[in-house]
């Protein structure tokens, strides 16, 4: 299964969650269907993860227009791997709530959810914005919510198990610097203070998944602020309507850094728990007529054989597939 959102342009109203299906071993995704209702929001980010208790949860967003530090978050259950769908529920109600990442589930059944919070900042964008974990012992009914200290500016964290029990949260900047990481020793209930590692981030999203063999594979666009300074500051999904609606303050320091190039789109292979990235290859390139390249917003899984899926935004036309293996990225 894959999940995206969809519409006329991010932030409208007519954003809404689809899914398409891929049969084992076929070739041709399904018709896609919506999966989220609500008509006066924009539903975004959707998850798909499966709950300890064996029903398939889709969790996504929901915000007021462009306006993310209006979000909630809302989820669907399935008993029946998605054929059907219960209605509608709100999961996080604090507005500026977001998810974008599926959890990771214990051995004993806890569910570590990343989240974070969108909040508007002084010079108008969101440069604010802080990481927290969403911790369920009991399958979804409640959760109890730990931040993740000085990680302002720092989202999308992307939660892999490490060795000793230790947990690795990777981060998205909103200053397009590099990709930053977090260490939690005690099952995410507290984080080391996020530092850079050597993967570059240009303020677009990210996702590390734990390979069969332990290593750990990252996608991300190989750029940065500093090699690809962008024109005009401003969030690529932002009309010219939205820019003058939000009144940047141009006077101040601006929080966050947006617009830079969201190409190539890359994956890179650590071998130690991400000290280091020792494999690093591109999976998309942008073509040098096309004016404002994106592939964009990658999820990865590897199946039981090892066959490594990703797939991103192509263009922000369509939501493209890749299959590659491990060699492939090492050779």
């Known amino acids: 299964m894959c999940v995206w ?8 109203s007519d954003i809404s969650i689809l899914c398409s299906r891929l049969k084992k071993g076929g070739h041709t995704w399904s018709e896609p269907v919506i999966l989220s209702s609500d008509s006066t929001r924009s539903e975004q980010n959707p998850i798909l993860f499966e709950n300890p208790n064996g029903e398939l949860w889709l969790v996504f967003t929901a915000q007021d227009s462009i306006h993310q530090d209006s979000a909630v978050v809302r989820y669907r259950t399935s008993s029946d791997d998605g054929i059907t769908w219960s209605d509608e529920k709100t999961l996080f109600d ?15 059944g806890e569910i570590i959810l990343p989240a974070y919070y969108s909040i508007k900042s002084d010079t108008g964008f969101l440069g604010k914005d ?8 009991d399958n979804g009914e409640s959760w109890n919510e730990y931040p993740v200290n ?3 500016s720092l989202v999308h964290m992307s939660i892999v198990e490490g060795s000793n029990n230790k947990l690795i949260g ?26 850079k590692t050597s993967l570059l981030n240009n ?11 332990g290593n750990l594979a990252m996608v991300f666009n190989n750029v940065n602020a500093d090699l690809a300074p962008p024109e005009v500051n401003s969030p690529p999904w932002f009309d010219e309507k939205d820019r003058q609606s939000i009144k940047v303050n141009q006077q101040s320091e601006q929080e966050s850094i947006w617009g830079v190039i969201r190409s190539p789109l890359t994956i890179a292979i650590s071998e130690d ?9 591109n999976i998309a390139t942008a073509d040098k007529d096309k004016k404002s390249p994106e592939f964009s917003y990658p999820s990865i899984y590897q199946t039981e054989e090892g066959a490594i899926h990703i797939t991103y935004t192509y263009l922000r036309q369509c939501i493209k597939h890749t299959v590659i293996s491990e ?4 050779n």
Do not use: M
């Open 5 to 12: 959102f969809g519409g006329s342009r991010e932030g409208k």
């Open 94 to 108: 604090t507005p500026g709530s977001f998810v974008r990442h599926p959890p990771i589930i214990l051995e004993t």
């Open 130 to 137: 802080y990481s927290v974990v969403k911790i369920s012992n």
């Open 150 to 152: 000085n990680s302002k």
């Open 170 to 195: 990777f981060f998205r900047s909103r200053k397009a610097d590099n990709i930053y990481v977090s260490i939690s020793e005690d099952y995410g209930k507290t984080w080391s203070t996020p530092e």
């Open 203 to 213: 303020n677009s999203s990210i996702q590390c998944k734990k390979l069969n063999n």
């Open 273 to 281: 728990e991400g000290k280091n990235w020792s494999y690093v290859k």
């Open 327 to 330: 060699n492939w990225v090492k």
